[in-house]
C-alpha cells in the first residue's frame, strides 16, 4: 500500500480517476498520464472544466460521452478506443479500460487505464488502405481433399459477387467456406484439384488463369497464384492472390471468336445462332440468301422463323426430318455429352429458286446457345464436297472456339505461309512443337515446308492436301495413350489463289463394330457394389453416397425421388426437415465426388430427382440382362450384398437363371 503511488504513478499506463457525476470531473491523474499527454497535473485537474474530456478529439467526444454514460448507469468494466489531443497537438489512439464503483457518499468513481495504441491502429490502417485499393482478391484455405476456406479478404469477396446476408436466406460465403470447389465450374474442378496436388506435392507456386462462377451464376476469369505455407498454428495452407481478368479474357475470347467465324463464313453459305434461353435466332451470315442477308444480326423468334424458313425453302419430303431435326435441339437433346455435334442433309431450294442439297451442323457454344451452320453441295462436285462434309469440319470449329473437344487444330494458309488459329495439346504433339512454340507460332506467318518440317507426314503429303482438300494422318493421342487417325479439311481454293485458306484438323472416331475405346466408368453389383473408373476404384469417403450410387444403379435409368432415397438409406425413420437436410448433403457429397473423378455426366438431376445414365457406364448387371450370349455368365447368385435392400433384384434374378438373362427394363 505504501507503494501504490508510485505504482500507479510509473507502471500504469495513463491512469486517472474520474467522478461520473454531472458534470464528469477528474480526481486524480497519475504522473504516467501528464507523461503521456504533455500537460501538468494541475492543468489537468484545475479550473471548472472537465480537463480530460477536453483533451478527447472533437469527432470522437460523442463517443467518449456515451462510455462515460454507460459507466455511470451500474457498476461495471467496459473497454472503448477514441483519439485523444496531446499539448504538442499530436494525435494518439488510446484503448481506455474503466472500472465503475459507487462510493460511500453516493457518487460514482471511475478508475480507468489508457494504453497507446497509435502504431497499431495506423498499421492496421495501412494494411487497410492496401486492402481496399490493391485490386487483388486474397484467400487462404486449407490444404485438405476439400480444402476449407479460412480467409477471403473483401476484394475478393466482390470479385465472386457473395450478397449481404439476409435474414431466412442462405449465407452463399459460409457454405463456400466449407468446400472451394463450389466456386470452380464443374468441368474445371479436375484441373484446379490437379494444379493444388502439384502445388503440394513440389512445394513451389504456381501461376496461371482459371475459371470460377460467381454467386450470381455468372462466370469470372482470375489470373493469380497458389502457393503452400504455414499458419501461425504450423498447419500447412494454401494461399492465393488472384486478379480479376474477366474483361480482357472477354475481349480477347471476342477477338478470337470473329477470327473463327470467319474461317466459319469462308466454308459455310449461311450461318445462324440459336439463343435457347431467349427463344430468338438471328442470321449471322446469309452469303447464299438475298432475303437472309438483308436481316443479318436481327434476332427473330425461334421457332417460328424456323418453321417458316423450312415450309417456304426446304423440300416436302425432308421438313418432316429437318422438323425433327430442330425440335430435338430445342429440347436440349444435343450436346448433353461429349458426343459428336448433330449433322442433318436435306434439299432444299435457294433464293434464285434451284434446288440443291444442303449439309448443315449445329456447334454449340454454350448451354443454352448454338450455330447452326449450313452449305449447298454443288452438282458437279456433290460426291466431293460430300466426303467434305462428312469430315464434320465445321462442326468442330466452334469446339475450337471454347476448347470442348481434344485432339483439333485449325489454322490459316496464304501464299504457302501458315498462320496457326488454335490446338490442342494432342496436335501440338501431331506437328511436333510445344504448346509455348505453338502459341508463338500463332502471332507470325511461317513458310509451310517449316512449319510441317517436325511432323511425322513429308511436305509432299501437306502439298497434296491442299491440292485435295482432304487427307488422313496418324497421330498419338496423349490422353488415351493410343495410335488415333486425324483428318484434314481445307477450305476452298480462290480462282486467284491469293486469299487465305483455312485448314481444319479433327479427330476420327473408330468405325461402329470396331471396338471403339472402352467406357470409362465400370460398375459391379454382382457380390460386392464398387465402382472403377479407368480401371481405377472410386475411394467413395462418405458410405451412404456410395450406397445411394448403387440405388440409382438398382434402378436401371429410372428416376429415384427424395422420399424414396429416404426410404432405402435410413429404413427406420421417417422422411421429414432432418432426413430430407441429411439427404441434400449425401447427394451433394455423391456430385462432388463423382465430378472429383471426371464423370458428372453419370449421374442426371432434375426436379430433385436423381438417376443413373445407363449409356455412360458399363456395368455387369446391365450386361447379364441384355440376353447377350458372352454375358450370360456373370450372375453367380449374388448381388449388391453391401445392402440389404438389393434382395427384391437378387430374387428376380435368381428367377431368371432357369430360363436364363433377359432384357431388363427400367424399374
Known amino acids: 500500500m505504501q507503494n501504490m503511488e508510485e505504482i500507479l ?29 504533455g500537460f501538468f497535473e494541475e492543468e489537468l485537474l484545475g479550473g471548472e472544466q472537465d480537463g480530460y474530456g477536453a483533451l478527447v478529439h472533437p469527432a470522437d467526444r460523442e463517443i467518449f460521452v456515451d462510455f462515460l454514460e454507460k459507466l455511470r448507469r451500474e457498476e461495471q468494466t467496459l473497454t472503448a478506443e477514441y483519439r485523444i489531443v496531446k ?47 490493391i485490386p487483388c482478391g486474397f484467400l487462404k484455405y486449407t490444404c485438405e481433399k476439400q480444402p476449407k476456406i479460412t480467409y477471403m479478404n473483401e476484394q475478393m469477396r466482390r470479385i465472386f459477387r457473395f450478397p449481404e446476408v439476409r435474414e431466412g436466406e442462405m449465407d452463399y460465403l459460409e457454405l463456400c467456406r466449407e468446400n472451394i470447389f ?16 502439384r502445388v503440394y506435392v513440389r512445394g513451389a507456386p504456381l501461376a496461371g488463369e482459371i475459371t470460377v462462377l460467381r454467386c450470381d451464376g455468372t462466370k469470372a476469369y482470375l489470373f493469380g497464384w497458389v502457393t503452400k505455407n504455414v ?14 481478368v474477366t474483361e480482357r479474357h472477354q475481349k480477347k475470347k471476342e477477338k478470337e471468336e470473329k477470327r473463327y467465324l470467319k474461317a466459319l463464313a469462308d466454308v459455310y453459305d449461311m450461318i445462324f445462332e440459336y439463343e435457347l434461353a431467349d427463344s430468338t435466332v438471328k442470321c449471322l451470315c446469309g452469303r447464299d440468301s438475298g432475303m437472309f442477308q438483308r436481316i443479318e444480326n436481327i434476332p427473330m423468334q425461334m421457332e417460328e422463323a424456323t418453321e417458316k424458313w423450312i415450309a417456304d425453302t426446304v423440300a416436302g419430303d425432308d421438313q418432316d426430318s429437318v422438323r425433327k431435326f430442330f425440335r430435338a435441339f430445342y429440347q436440349r437433346k444435343y450436346f448433353l455429352s461429349d458426343a459428336r455435334p448433330p449433322q442433318i442433309q436435306y434439299k432444299a431450294r435457294s433464293s434464285e429458286g434451284r434446288w440443291g442439297i444442303y449439309r448443315g451442323i449445329f456447334l454449340k457454344i454454350s448451354v443454352s446457345s ?40 485449325a489454322f490459316e494458309v496464304l501464299d504457302e505461309y501458315v498462320t496457326p488459329l488454335y490446338a490442342s495439346d494432342n496436335v501440338c504433339e501431331f506437328f511436333g512443337f510445344t504448346r509455348e512454340e505453338w502459341l508463338s507460332l500463332m502471332q507470325k506467318s511461317t513458310p509451310l515446308r517449316s512449319f510441317v518440317s517436325r511432323s511425322e507426314v513429308s511436305y509432299e503429303e501437306y502439298a497434296r492436301l491442299l491440292e485435295a ?35 481444319m484438323l479433327y479427330s476420327v472416331d473408330e468405325e461402329e463394330g470396331s471396338g471403339g475405346a472402352a467406357c470409362r466408368v465400370q460398375i459391379r453389383t454382382f457380390g460386392y457394389f464398387d465402382v472403377f473408373v479407368d480401371d481405377k476404384p472410386i475411394a467413395f469417403r462418405n458410405k451412404k453416397s456410395k450406397e445411394l450410387f448403387a440405388l440409382l444403379v438398382d434402378r436401371r435409368g429410372g428416376y429415384v425421388s427424395s422420399e424414396e432415397a429416404i426410404g432405402f438409406l435410413w429404413e427406420d425413420e421417417p422422411v421429414n426437415a432432418v432426413t430430407l437436410a441429411r439427404y441434400r ?33 458399363q456395368c455387369d448387371l446391365y450386361d447379364y440382362l441384355s440376353g447377350k450370349e458372352e454375358s450370360a455368365q456373370l450372375f453367380m447368385g449374388s448381388y449388391l450384398t453391401n445392402y440389404s435392400w438389393g434382395e427384391n433384384t437378387l430374387a428376380e434374378l435368381t428367377g431368371q437363371m432357369l430360363s436364363g438373362p433377359s432384357s431388363g427394363t427400367e424399374r
Open 9 to 37: 504513478n510509473r507502471s500504469v499506463g495513463g491512469f486517472h480517476q474520474y467522478i461520473l457525476d454531472n458534470p464528469p470531473r477528474l480526481a486524480y491523474v497519475s504522473r504516467n498520464l501528464c507523461g503521456m499527454t
Open 87 to 133: 499539448k504538442d497537438g499530436d494525435v494518439l489512439y488510446v484503448r481506455d479500460t474503466s472500472t465503475s464503483r459507487r462510493l460511500g457518499d453516493g457518487t460514482t468513481a471511475a478508475d480507468s487505464v489508457l494504453t497507446d495504441i497509435t502504431r497499431l491502429k495506423e498499421e492496421n490502417d495501412n494494411l487497410r488502405f492496401l486492402n481496399e485499393t
Open 182 to 197: 463450389l466456386l470452380i465450374p464443374m468441368e474445371d474442378r479436375r484441373r484446379f484439384a490437379h494444379y493444388l496436388n
Open 231 to 244: 499458419d501461425e498454428q504450423g498447419r500447412e495452407e494454401f494461399q492465393s492472390v488472384c486478379m480479376d
Open 370 to 409: 448454338a450455330l447452326f451452320c449450313c452449305r449447298r453441295v454443288p452438282g458437279s462436285e456433290e460426291a466431293d464436297l460430300l466426303r467434305d462434309e462428312n469430315a464434320a469440319l465445321k462442326e468442330n470449329m466452334q469446339e475450337l472456339i471454347l476448347r470442348f473437344t481434344d485432339g483439333l487444330a
Open 469 to 503: 482438300g482432304e487427307a488422313e494422318f496418324i497421330y498419338y493421342d496423349l490422353s488415351s495413350g493410343t495410335e488415333r487417325r486425324i483428318r484434314a479439311v481445307c477450305s476452298r481454293k480462290s480462282p486467284g489463289g491469293h486469299f487465305p485458306r483455312y485448314v
Open 585 to 617: 448433403k449425401v447427394a451433394l457429397r455423391l456430385k462432388n465426388i463423382l465430378a472429383e473423378y471426371g464423370i458428372p455426366d453419370v449421374m442426371e438431376t432434375v426436379d430433385g430427382k436423381r438417376r443413373i445414365v445407363m449409356d455412360k457406364v
